[in-house]
């Protein structure tokens, strides 16, 4: 850390208390100097929301990622909140959800996977809103019945959602998260079925991000 100091004034006496100050108080920044946690994708910031319980409804907040449950009036801080809470109940169940509303202040997914008897869809969505009394995104709609059976498939468990997965791992450890190892433990692990070329892709996005990371820190 670099620690830029007034420009001294060499026209006058050298001031050695001034200067003993100086060199105390570079000491104490240097001690006191704790460097920046490393950058991790799995956490969302304190909410700001009161929580004495005055409020006409208690409110959760989705807090930590990763737990993959949804239920009636959870709020998120962000539209990104809750499609990302929305892949983790995807990457826990392997159901096949679909984005079907998406605005900027309205989101839904509904699940397209399909009965084995008739065909017919399966009944499960969730809506989330933030509305102008309300500052937080909030689940407003939440239908959580399953009809249909995992298959493997799902549609919205894209590239981009695969590198969000690996991004920590990938930069922990690039060796060893290759394509074909991404392959196998979103497949054993989680039940969905994805390609070799999705996970070179997303290995490929996420490394990106984390150079971008870098960049930014050394900024």
């Not at 930590?64 to 826990?92: C, N």
């Not at 969000?164 to 969905?192: G, S």
Request: charged residues 35%; negative net charge; proline residues 5%.
């Amino acid at each position: 850390m670099a620690i830029v100091l007034p420009d001294a004034d060499f026209g006058g006496d050298f001031d050695e208390e001034a200067h003993d100050r100086d060199e105390f108080h570079i000491e104490q920044l240097v001690n006191e100097f704790v460097d920046e946690p490393p950058v991790r994708h799995d956490l969302y910031p304190e909410s700001d929301n009161d929580e004495n319980g005055d409020g006409p409804e208690p409110v959760h907040t989705h807090i930590r990622r990763g737990d993959g449950h949804l239920y009636d009036k959870q709020t998120f801080f962000s539209g990104v909140a809750f499609k990302e809470a929305v892949t983790d109940y995807v990457l826990r169940t392997g159901n096949n959800l679909k984005q079907y509303r998406y605005d900027k202040d309205k989101i839904g997914f509904m699940c397209v996977g399909c009965n084995g008897d008739d065909g017919s869809r399966c009944e499960w969505k969730v809506y989330a809103a933030i509305l102008p009394s309300d500052n937080m995104w909030r689940i407003r709609k939440f239908n959580d019945k399953h009809s249909c059976i995992p298959n493997g498939e799902c549609e919205m468990f894209k590239v981009p959602h695969i590198a969000r997965l690996f991004l920590d791992k990938i930069r922990d450890n690039p060796e060893y998260f290759m394509p074909m190892k991404m392959e196998e433990i979103i497949k054993e692990r989680r039940k969905i079925s994805v390609s070799r070329h999705q996970c070179q892709a997303a290995r490929n996005k996420a490394l990106i991000w984390i150079e971008k990371e870098y960049d930014q820190q050394f900024a």
